[in-house]
């Protein structure tokens, strides 16, 4: 006999538990968000991004001799193949800068195959350093014409992530609150690009193509490129009155609201607090307090017509405006933050592997009998 199936409860796979991992637990005791047992407020208070991006790629926090030798590890890293370059300045300007980390990611894959590859973190480590250099070098070369140095004085990835967007060294504080926004982007356990990972890893597939998986599933508004439809929306309005009057009207007129809610969370995202932080701060540092308050009048807003708090993405769009982040680009920070956990789960997938293979509710037609073409 076969069980029902109760198409509310299973949509999408909410609720279902698909394979252990140690990794993340995000949504347990009080919307909690841990890493490796690390609390998501902690890492973000005390904790660099490559303290974190060690942490969730071999398990526990480095030393400082470890810390040290990665940082630099992952600055040696950060150059890009004379021939990969040449194929960046192929791609049109106008391409999807999504679509521009996919084909660096699997061209990758061609100068420094999986096979001639030896150490286990070896990969993630250069994807990690490498990605965001791969876009840059192409951003800027159809913005000025130049051909950038992809090596810059910057011993973080924030940090040289900015200085490759702004063209010089930025603020301790701006490249303090982008370390930020990478730590709480580095995992979310089996979201829709993890799995897609996972799923990919489980076919014996080789590291670059599991990883183009995530960023192509990482590219659909569903998941990520919510950050940029927050900036988006906070831009309409000029004053708070605005922004409610505004938000009313869309959600009488079954508009979505980009930015709010979650799959996993209830109450809301332990994520949201610590950057709404940085928003306000650098909304104050910037003498920019409107912009800050309309945000802020569309969270209330939400909230009280629909239970729906802030996720990590409303915020953080403010947060990548005042330290000079093209909004096309906030998608793209998701990556460089999540090559992290991604990594981290293919590398788990690994180690006990089975194919992920789940089973559909078939709704389709009971069996027909043949009909030959004459009679159809």
Known sequence: MTASVDKKKTGGLAGIIAGDSAICLCGAEEESLLYRGYRIEDLAKYASFEETAWLILRGRLPNAKELLAYKEELSRLRDLPVSLKAILEQIPKNANMMDVLRSGCSLMGHFEPEEKIRGEFEIPDRLIACLGSMLLYWYKLH?????????????????????????????????????????????????????????????????????????????????????????????????????????????????????????VYTTKDPRSAVIKDWAERLSQEAGDERTFAIAEKIEATMWKEKKLFPNLDFYSALVYRYIGIPIEMYTPMFVMARISGWSAHLI??????????????????????WLPLERR
């Open 348 to 369: 788990e997938q690994r180690k006990n592997n089975k194919l992920i293979r789940p089973l559909s509710h078939y709704i389709g037609p009971p069996p027909q009998n």
């Open 143 to 263: 913005q000025t014409g130049k051909r950038i140095n992809l090596q810059t004085s910057a011993n973080s990835l924030a940090g040289h992530l900015l200085q490759l967007i702004l063209g010089h060294p930025a603020s301790p504080e701006h490249i303090r609150a982008l370390d930020t926004s990478l730590i709480l982007y580095a995992e979310h356990e089996f979201n829709a690009s993890t799995f897609t990972v996972r799923s990919i890893t489980s076919t014996m597939s080789d590291f670059y193509s599991a990883i183009c998986g995530g960023i192509g599933a990482l590219r659909g508004p569903l998941h990520g490129g919510a950050n940029e439809s927050a900036m988006e929306l906070i831009f309409r309005f000029k004053n708070e009155a605005e922004a409610e009057t505004g938000i009313l009207t869309m959600l009488k007129n079954h508009e979505l609201v980009m930015g709010f809610g979650h799959r």
